[in-house]
């Protein structure tokens, strides 16, 4: 049987507004969801209906022992028209803040998770210079409303996913070429003939950015970031904290990262160096006024010479293709406490798959990670497992399953995995 974590460890799940809550209507990604050249799987639609259901999910966690629930209040639901602030929606987050605390449940509450007001597009998004102030001026109105029931606020989810992307980008394009010139066909004529393709389809797509959002290019917020897109990206956090500091001095205040516990074999230490740059240290300086670092990782990646390494054949992977690697979260963590020496919390970590006995083998060694660091002194304040419920998970649609409890696609019903109880049995106190 394992230990459990202390009394004032925070223990609970994650979710996100766009995911779970159900027909997000004046956001960016709902217009995305619908266009003729989209990229979504499927569209988000009803999700999980989460939005009417959140007080029997949180019930259910309640009832599984966890004590604490992170969760996203929706910026297109709050401010559906620049300037315009809807009294129901902040009225519906306050009522889902109190349930929480009616249900003993800590809320953690994220201001931005990826989703935007489909106006912020119209004027350019996360590229613009307009934003952070946009964003600032929404967490005013929150603050001003709901910023005295709080104590634990993310400002900007992810902060670094939009350089990621663009790192994925630059990989995947790398690696047509590459195979293109690997097949001997003559690049130029094979691309040639794709690249009108791919061009006439560009050329389409944007046509249809530019009669959806009134503008050719769609910059939400994980689309590929530019390094000016980036500084927009931590300027919006530095603004969004300065409000939070004057309207709810009381509550802690951090961004949450996407880290990945980033590995160099013989020869890749460059390449991994460069990797933690741009993924963690290049953050330091704005988090230095922060309370806490929201620490998100899934997994491991492995560089070499040329390179990120492919996970060999026959290695365990998950429902997104990643290693099956929870050490990959005690390492992050003691990584990133050599140079941020505040409060840590681990806001997202969990596995997609349908076969819930490999979620809590998972859960055991990640868990036991966190456990280890603990012991040897790191302030870990919490830990939500990424996710409550099975739910959108953005372009691959509702087919990865994260969650501690799965989702009738049809009626709605939630069931609880033995994974839920499992995870509430590491609560503090508990036997
Ligand atoms: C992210 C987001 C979550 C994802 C989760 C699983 O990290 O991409 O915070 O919204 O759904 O990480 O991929």
Request: charged share 25%; with cysteine.
């Amino acid at each position: 049987m394992h230990t459990t974590f202390s009394g004032d460890f925070l223990l609970g799940a994650a979710t996100a507004a766009h995911q779970v809550e159900g027909n997000n209507t004046k956001s960016d990604l709902w217009a995305m969801e619908h266009m003729v050249h989209t990229s979504f799987e499927e569209p988000s639609g009803i999700a999980c209906d989460h939005y009417h259901r959140y007080p029997e999910d949180i019930k259910l966690m309640k009832q599984a022992g966890l004590t604490c629930y992170r969760f996203s209040i929706e910026w297109a639901r709050v401010e559906p028209e620049e300037g315009v602030f809807d009294k129901k929606e902040i009225s519906h987050y306050r009522d889902v803040i109190r349930c929480c605390k009616e249900n003993g449940i800590e809320p953690v509450v994220t201001l931005h998770h990826f989703s935007s007001p489909k106006w912020l597009i119209t004027k350019g998004g996360w590229e613009a210079d307009t934003t952070p102030e946009d964003f600032a001026a929404y967490v005013r109105v929150l603050m001003k409303e709901l910023g005295s029931e709080l104590s634990w606020i993310c400002t900007i989810n992810e902060a670094n996913m939009g350089l990621q992307v663009a790192e994925i980008a630059e990989r995947y394009k790398k690696q047509m070429m590459a195979k293109m010139q690997r097949s001997g066909q003559d690049s130029s004529v094979q691309m040639g003939m794709n690249l009108e393709k791919m061009m006439q389809q560009q050329k389409e797509a944007a046509k249809e950015t530019l009669e959806v959002f009134g503008t050719p290019k769609c910059e939400n917020f994980t689309s590929p970031r530019t390094e000016h897109g980036d500084e927009i990206v931590q300027r919006a956090h530095i603004l969004a904290r300065k409000v939070i500091r004057e309207l709810a001095p009381q509550a802690k205040v951090g961004l949450t990262l996407s880290l990945h516990d980033v590995q160099a074999l013989p020869g890749g230490e460059e390449f991994a160096a460069g990797i933690w740059e741009r993924e963690f240290l290049r953050y330091l300086p704005i988090m230095q006024e922060d309370d806490f670092l929201g620490v998100q990782n899934y997994t491991r990646s492995v560089y070499d010479q040329n390179g990120l390494c492919t996970v060999p054949e026959g290695t365990e992977c998950t429902q997104m293709g990643y290693e099956f690697y929870p050490e990959g979260l005690g390492h992050v963590l003691r990584r990133v406490a050599q140079d941020f020496h505040k409060d840590l919390f681990v806001t997202e970590n969990g596995i997609a798959t349908e076969d819930d006995s490999r979620r809590i083998a998972y859960l055991s060694r990640a868990l036991s990670g966190v456990q280890d660091c603990i012991r040897d002194g790191l302030p870990v304040r919490g830990y939500t497992y990424w996710s409550l419920l099975d739910n959108f998970e953005w372009q691959k649609g509702y087919s990865m399953k994260f969650g501690l409890i799965a989702v009738d696609r049809k009626t709605m019903e939630r069931t609880p995995k033995e994974s839920l109880s499992y995870l509430g049995s590491y609560a503090g106190g508990r036997a």
